[in-house]
């Protein structure tokens, strides 16, 4: 019998990011499958893969090349396919502008990169284990930035 798992996507052009990501995931002991991707462009391909397994949360990086994580969100949003998709997004910027626009164009959530590998697992956790149904009803902007 295969044991329930939660699937995860990271798009992130840092593969330094995207190996510490994984290795944060390895060390929870989460039951995941988690998939990276270096670019806006590579999540999209896969996601729109009438063949591909979609994830239940991904973690998008805002400044990729050639499609950053703006754009994938506006995309994903708008595809009625993805609605069962919490979106994380997951950030080196702090702005507020950023923060405002990944919010009202539908984010779940967004999270500043930690600069240190235990917060990294204690905001990876943290996001995995969110009650999602609760916390996208009634989204409001005190529990949309992640602080930790």
Known sequence: MQKEYISIALADDDVDDR??????????????????????????????????????????????????????????????????????????????????????NGANIYIKKPSDFATLKKIISEVVTLNWQYHTSGLNKENFLLRL
């Open 19 to 104: 190996l510490f990501f994984k290795d944060a995931f390895d060390e929870l002991k989460i039951n995941t499958i988690v998939d990276t991707y270096c670019d806006g462009e590579e999540l999209m391909t896969f996601l729109n893969n009438e063949n591909s397994k979609l994830p239940n949360i991904i973690f998008l990086d805002l400044n990729m090349p050639r499609k950053n994580g703006f754009e994938c969100l506006l995309e994903i949003k708008k595809n009625k396919k993805f609605d069962s998709i919490a979106i994380a997004i997951y950030s080196t910027s702090s702005s507020e502008e950023d923060i405002e626009n990944t919010f009202i």
